[in-house]
């Protein structure tokens, strides 16, 4: 894609994530199948259905902006970071070792989106998108919220008769990443 304006960035980018987000859509029910636990597996499944209200949050920033086009192209981050998940699966038992590791592939992936949407909102209210950047903040915020999640969970019930060490890198402030040790 020949980008010249701002405006053929943002759409270069919301149609990279929404390819990301059709992938995830089809990782998440692998994912939730994979884990031994039953509260992580309730997680995946229930940022699915959220994803596929992501997916139509997409479609209406598209319908608020007439000149809005979705260019059909494939996100290769988000391949890769579903390869990494795959991996891990393939590598690993059903027990909390792989639990541990697919919430951190998991949470690569809400980083990736929470950097996504972040960018997208930013550039829409630049282009004066009123409604497309309150549609991305929206998800954003869930994206936010989904790696808060994941991470309560990884503290409170994954791992607890494994000597893991587990690395979280926790928001605090929305710029602002603290970085949190746990033994388990």
Do not use: W
Not at 113 to 128: K, V
Request: charged fraction near 30%; hydrophobic fraction near 40%.
């Amino acid at each position: 894609m020949n980008m010249k304006t701002i405006e053929d960035v943002f759409i270069h980018l919301l149609s990279d994530t929404y390819s990301a987000e059709k992938q995830l859509t089809r990782a998440l029910a692998k994912l939730a199948r994979a884990t031994s636990n039953e509260k992580l597996s309730q997680a995946f499944h229930a940022h699915l259905e959220e994803t596929h209200g992501q997916i139509e949050r997409i479609d209406q920033v598209v319908e608020s902006e007439s000149n809005l086009k979705i260019k059909r192209m494939k996100c290769v981050a988000m391949e890769g970071l579903i390869e990494e998940a795959n991996e891990v699966i393939e590598s690993t038992e059903k027990n909390e070792v792989r639990d541990a590791a697919l919430i951190a592939a998991a949470q690569k992936v809400e980083h990736y989106e929470i950097a996504s949407y972040g960018t997208l909102a930013t550039l829409a209210e630049q282009l004066g998108y009123r409604k497309a950047a309150k549609l991305l903040k929206e998800t954003l915020e869930e994206e936010k919220a989904t790696d808060i999640k994941l991470t309560d969970l990884a503290i409170n019930n994954v791992g607890n008769d494994s000597n893991l060490l587990i690395v979280f890198y926790v928001q605090i402030m929305p710029d602002d990443f603290v970085m949190q040790l746990h033994r388990f």
